[in-house]
């Protein structure tokens, strides 16, 4: 490679170089708009319990009964998974037949019908929001996309998307918290 040629190679790897840095502080920046929009829309809800959880929000609209979820429990939940909006916006996935029926929208396999906390490869958000949930609780479970599907297209969920997800916690099944 000639000198000439070097010197090009080094200005295009520099270029790329700071276009991913760019693209790494546009999405840092997105996430923290998202986090300040939860925060609002949180804020505006009127006597509710809130419970954070690196980085997950859970917002309990009803509380349940004093069994509370640990490590290597299972969990039995319906659930409505939304992009958020300020709130709940986009349906992208749910288990629960009244919101099927009602939104014209095909259910989700169950596969979160039962989930064993811990154990399940759920995103870290929701898996968050989960621990110390308790049987017979209304939450919404909210996060930015830090803590869902990131910088990834999943479904008809575009790139660094929030997400909400409405949980109606049926039933826990205490394992001794093993995995």
């Known amino acids: 490679m000639t000198g000439k040629g070097y010197i090009y190679l080094l200005l295009a790897a520099s270029i790329l170089n700071m276009a991913a840095g760019c693209t790494k502080q546009d999405r840092e920046n997105t996430i923290i708009s998202q986090e300040e929009r939860i925060d609002d829309y949180i804020s505006s809800l009127a006597d509710v319990e809130v419970v954070h959880n690196n980085g997950s929000n859970r ?50 396999e169950s596969l979160y019908g039962e989930i064993r906390l811990g154990t399940t490869d759920l995103v870290p958000g929701l898996e968050y929001g989960l621990e110390g949930v308790a049987e017979g609780e209304h939450c919404y479970i909210i996060f930015s996309a830090k803590y869902g599907f990131n910088n990834t297209v999943v479904g008809i969920v575009p790139k660094l998307s929030p997400l909400f997800f409405d949980i109606y916690v049926d039933r826990i099944v205490k394992n001794g918290g093993q995995n």
């Open 59 to 108: 917002v309990v609209v009803s509380p349940g009964s004093s069994t509370v979820a640990e490590t290597g429990d299972s969990i039995y939940m319906r659930f409505a998974a939304y992009i958020f909006s300020n709130g709940p916006g986009t349906l992208f996935a749910t288990n629960d037949t009244s919101i099927v029926d009602n939104n014209d929208f095909s259910e989700t």
